[in-house]
């Protein structure tokens, strides 16, 4: 159980395009997923919490018109990445909580999109 | 004072020694910790959650948690070289933003033939 897929496990792309990440829990709704961006030999942060039906959640220093995050269902929030530059060169990994799950609010983890923006 | 933090290594263990992992946090209100395992290139796998002050056991993996000192670690018992990878501290804490997991930097494991 707790299965989260990503798609498409890597990208690459030319500046000024637009990429859509797919994140999806394949046994298990969540209400509530996050974003998170990993540069190289750094930890993980987070970009957002993506919320089923309403607004996302930005993080400080977030462009929320530059990542846009829709969270249409309760298996399915998606991450696009706007007018990507080289520098949003990163591992986008999303997570998600089991809206059943117990008190430790276990967040289980996509296994992540490398995008590369030439 | 970043608010988890983690020795970065890299710790090097022989195979079938004891790894200790540590990890502090810097906010009281922290209410469960986890930890998870990343492989390079790879995203983090959860390998323990704790609650409650104490140990808490699952094969070959114990977790230890000192709410008092804000400390909690790992110890990996019969290390394997296949335990070789980045160990991710996380901290789950109630903000304005509802519940987050903070991160800390990792640290670098090694076990050794």
């Known amino acids: 159980g707790a299965v989260v897929s990503q798609h498409p496990s890597w990208v690459i792309c030319k500046s000024g395009t637009s990429v859509k990440i797919e994140c999806r829990s394949l046994?298990?709704?969540?209400?509530?997923m996050f974003w998170y961006r990993q540069f190289p030999k750094q930890s993980l942060m987070l970009m957002a919490t993506?919320?089923?039906?309403?607004?996302?959640?930005?993080e400080q220093g977030v462009e929320k018109d530059k990542f846009l995050i829709n969270h249409a269902s309760l298996t399915l929030s998606t991450l696009t990445v706007t007018s990507a530059h080289p520098e949003d060169s990163s591992f986008y990994i999303c997570?998600?909580?089991?809206?059943?799950?117990?008190?430790?609010?276990?967040?289980?983890f996509g296994p992540g999109t490398r995008l590369t923006v030439l | 004072q970043k608010e988890v933090e983690q020795n970065s290594g890299p710790l090097s263990v022989p195979e079938g020694a004891i790894a200790s992992l540590n990890c502090t946090y810097s906010?009281?209100?922290?209410?469960?910790f986890f930890w998870y395992r990343q492989y390079s290139g790879k995203s983090p796998e959860l390998i323990m959650s704790?609650?409650?002050?104490g140990d808490k056991e699952d094969g070959r993996f114990t977790a230890q948690l000192n709410k008092a000192s804000q400390y909690v670690s790992l110890l990996i018992r019969d290390s394997q070289p296949s335990d070789s990878a980045t160990y991710l501290c996380?901290?789950?804490?109630?903000?304005?933003?509802?519940?987050?997991?903070?991160f800390g930097t990792g640290t670098q494991l090694k076990v050794e033939l």
């Open positions: 704790i609650y409650s002050n």
């Open positions: 996380a901290v789950n804490r109630i903000t304005g933003g509802g519940n987050k997991l903070t």
């Open positions: 046994d298990f709704q969540a209400t509530t």
């Open positions: 993506s919320n089923e039906g309403s607004k996302a959640t930005y």
């Open positions: 906010d009281r209100g922290s209410q469960s």
């Open positions: 997570s998600a909580r089991n809206t059943g799950g117990g008190a430790f609010n276990e967040q289980f």
